[in-house]
């Protein structure tokens, strides 16, 4: 759980407010960066500019080498252009993502120990995930060309769009308020995102549950990035409630204890190399068997065909360590 400075109380409920997205490049310049130069404030028209490639028809026999100097050069004019302008491409796994058949959101639930500090929030979100160029880019296409793919393009972030108060039943939070969570975090897996900002949203919770004060629910689209990676920026952008300028640390761990010499730990660093090689080797062999002719064991964690398109609900509940080793001792994992 993160805890919230209890130094000020949580404001009243409000709407979410929805307001148009400045366009202007002069507004999506890297804050960072300071003032924008002139090549980075042109019409948004010249996000999309390619460099000229001009090829000599009249060249004799060996030109092509000409050419491809010129394609190279036109190519690398072509990024300068985009670095310029602030822009980047989609990576085919986000463009995936994107997909209507396989549109995939990243829902992550805080618990506070504290009312939520919103004041405290919107600043901390103004001064760390908000100048991270995916959280302040939209993905745009080039619909002139042909087979365009999209690509991250800068633009200004308003926070009332993104940091959002639910309007819930009053009467349900305070007779379930964990049920009332539930439904509300399962619903965001099936809300559709407005792609004219950039794809993430911050729900406050603020209505205390049996493990919590409060709450807030992340959602952030899976072409932003893989949770892992999401989950350790979220991690970055906290700070201690004790001392806000100490950046967050997980603890150490403890140092390993040394017993028999150096020459029983060097065999041991061997051994754990060939073991790490070998089941490497394993789960690969498996990886492409399966893929071929094989098929998963049944167990009670393989779904029906067509499980994935499903509509799903979240749950939590807290398990006892041993209960979770049970499993997987059961199941031989």
């Not at 400075?5 to 890297?30: G, N, Y």
């Not at 993502?97 to 004041?119: K, M, S």
């Not at 439904?183 to 493990?211: A, Q």
């Amino acid at each position: 759980q993160l805890a919230a400075p209890p130094s000020l109380s949580p404001p009243a409920r409000i709407q979410p407010r929805h307001r148009s997205i400045d366009m202007d490049p002069p507004a999506t310049a890297d804050p960072a960066a300071g003032s924008p130069s002139p090549s980075t404030t042109s019409s948004s028209s010249s996000l999309r500019r390619r460099a000229a490639l001009s090829v000599n028809t009249s060249a004799p026999a060996g030109g092509g080498r000409g050419m491809e100097r010129k394609s190279k050069g036109a190519d690398e004019g072509e990024r300068d252009v985009e670095r310029a302008a602030g822009s980047a491409p989609v990576s085919p796994a986000g463009r995936l993502f994107r997909e209507a058949h396989f549109n995939c959101y990243i829902v992550a639930l805080l618990g506070l120990g504290a009312p939520v500090d919103v004041a405290a929030a919107r600043a901390g979100l103004e001064a760390t995930l908000v100048r991270h160029p995916r959280f302040c880019s939209v993905q745009v296409s080039d619909d002139v060309k042909k087979n365009a793919k999209p690509r991250w393009v800068r633009t200004t972030v308003n926070l009332d769009d993104h940091v959002i108060f639910p309007d819930l039943d009053p009467a349900a939070t305070s007779a379930d308020p964990d049920r009332a969570l539930e439904d509300y975090v399962s619903s965001l897996s099936t809300r559709p995102m407005d792609n004219s900002r950039p794809l993430w949203e911050f729900h406050v919770l603020d209505f205390p549950t049996s493990e919590a004060a409060g709450a807030v629910a992340i959602r952030m689209h899976h072409s932003l990035g893989d949770g892992v990676s999401l989950i350790s920026l979220l991690t970055a952008c906290t700070r201690s409630a004790a001392d806000p300028a100490r950046l967050p640390a997980l603890p150490s761990p403890p140092p390993p204890r040394r017993s028999g010499g150096a020459a029983l730990a060097l065999a041991a660093w061997a051994w754990s190399l060939v073991a790490l090689a070998w089941n490497t080797l394993v789960d690969v062999a498996l990886f492409v068997a399966t893929s071929w002719f094989l098929r998963d064991a049944p167990t009670p964690f393989l779904g029906s065909p067509g499980v994935e398109f499903r509509r799903k609900r979240f749950l939590n509940c807290t398990l006892s360590l041993d209960d979770v080793k049970l499993v997987k001792n059961a199941m031989k994992l």
